[in-house]
């Protein structure tokens, strides 16, 4: 650190819950825009500051990055001349640790001997590359999730996202995936957890410590009940520890739960600093936000290594519309969406694939088979939807013979893409099942050739393979 940024310091002004203001005693002792700052509670409880704005008089507009409780004025800042950094992921692998990179896991400290800032200039293009431009070969990531490995298949280097409502479960599909991929792919895994429940956390950390998948997974949380700095900075600080870990080429897994709770983070803070919000309530700064976070996840020329993510997105009120959801939309390769409709009936993981698009899902990434396997089940599953609103009204015996077959082959389709979970055992009584991509196109052939028409559908109602 440098001797001059050392000795610079300044004294807080004004606390507004999270919002520190604090003045220097000279404008050329100023911080810069983002720059991390330091200071104490009187129970002596550090308080890690971020500088958002240049005020008039020296004073800096911060938002604090953990509780301000027990701050007061005159409370003594001191400059750290750096934004704020965070251990690299090697470092942190089976701990659990806040943005800036502190152990909260009740384990012995974290001894790092470099840091890493969290915010970075942006990348050269030339760095960032799709596969498809590089002419490479896609490597697909079996998840072992029948639906998800049918119609929405994982590809190294992609950015995919998990979207509901409240209570249609984003958060324990998120951890089978979690279960199936980092137990049969040999890469690393970080989990991100921006603005969901402490308790969601201590269950995932015993869970992958159950199944003895902690020793490659890195665990970083901001909370629902801290500050909306954390919850927005922990986005950054999770792609950030994926980055370290891919300049090691190394294939990083970067989960998110939830993306939108980060970009909700950026609403609460530009309220909080005054700031006129755009026509639709959000943020004016939306879609840069956005696209700072999408824009690092990507495939590099230099390591080797690339980063997969897997995004939760909270929908509000189930309404796609939410102009937060539709700016994530635009970076998403693909698109999961939940249906409570799905839920009602019991269908379980609720992906609705009428709903849902992927843009992985190309003869030319999944071969010809696997494409034309999925875009009948795709056909079979929309004509279903149409037949089924006949089938309300007048009944099904009204039906035609050809369209009765179909029907009927739809709704066993519909109950084989359902799956008992490993991460579900303890609620739903049964084993969680694997499934190969091999096994779940071999089942959906069979149904859709008719080679299971004179079994009943319940027969194929949270089974694994046929």
């Known amino acids: 650190m440098n001797k001059d940024i050392k000795a610079s310091i300044g004294y807080v002004v004004a606390v507004q819950g999270p919002v520190v203001d604090v003045k220097f005693p000279d404008s050329e002792d100023m911080p810069a825009i983002l720059e991390n700052l330091n200071t104490q509670t009187v129970d002596r409880k550090r308080v890690v500051l971020e500088v958002v704005e240049h005020l008039p008089g020296n004073i800096v507009r911060c938002i604090a990055i953990n509780s301000t409780f027990n701050l007061q004025r005159h ?66 990531l079996e998840t072992g999730i029948k639906i998800i490995d049918l119609l929405f298949p994982l590809v190294k280097g992609s950015k995919n996202g998990i979207l509901g409502g409240a209570a249609l479960g984003k958060s324990i599909l998120t951890l089978e995936i979690i279960h199936n991929i980092v137990r049969k792919h040999q890469g690393a895994c970080v989990f991100t957890g921006a603005g969901e429940r402490i308790r969601e956390g201590n269950e995932l950390y015993f869970e992958l410590s159950r199944r003895d998948i902690l020793s490659k997974t890195v665990l970083i949380f901001g909370q629902m009940n801290e500050p909306p700095g954390a919850r927005f900075e922990v986005a950054m ?48 700064t939306l879609i840069s936000e956005a696209s700072e976070f999408h824009e690092r996840i990507r495939s590099s020329k230099e390591t080797g290594g690339s980063i997969t993510s897997i995004e939760a997105v909270y929908i509000p009120a189930d309404d796609l519309t939410d102009p937060a959801v539709v700016t994530i939309f635009s970076f998403l390769d693909s698109i999961m969406v939940l249906s409570r409709q799905r839920v009602q009936l019991g269908l379980y993981p609720a992906i609705d694939p009428l709903l849902s698009s992927s ?17 009948e089940v795709l056909h079979t599953l929309q004509r279903y939807e149409e037949l089924r609103r006949i089938v309300m009204v007048i009944g099904i015996d009204e039906l035609s013979a050809g369209d009765r077959i179909l029907y009927e082959r739809a709704r066993k389709l519909q109950n084989f893409l359902t799956q008992p979970f490993f991460v579900a055992e303890a609620y739903t009584g049964k084993m969680g099942e694997y499934v190969t991509l091999e096994q779940t196109l071999l089942g959906c052939e069979k149904i859709m050739a008719g080679h299971l028409d004179r ?12």
């Not at 909700?264 to 959000?282: D, F, H, N, V």
């Not at 079994?455 to 046929?466: D, F, K, Q, V």
């Open 75 to 140: 409370a003594v800042v001191t400059r750290t001349g750096e934004p704020i950094q965070i251990p690299p992921g090697d470092a942190l692998y089976g701990r659990i640790v806040n943005c800036w990179g502190s152990h909260i896991d009740q384990k012995e400290e974290i001894v790092a001997t470099e840091k890493i800032p969290i915010r970075k200039p942006k990348t050269s293009s030339r760095l960032i590359y799709t596969q498809q431009r590089a002419g490479d070969k896609f490597e697909i």
């Open 237 to 284: 600080s999770g792609v950030t520890l994926a980055e370290s870990l891919q300049q090691k080429n190394q294939d990083v897994l970067l989960f998110v739960d939830n993306i939108f709770r980060f970009l909700q983070a950026g609403a609460e803070i530009s309220s909080l600093l005054g700031r006129l919000p755009s026509e639709t309530g959000y943020q004016p």
């Open 359 to 375: 843009a992985n899902l190309d003869p030319d990434i999944v071969g010809g088979r696997h494409f034309e396997v999925a875009q």
């Open 455 to 466: 079994r009943p559908e319940g027969e194929l109602y949270m089974i694994g393979a046929i």
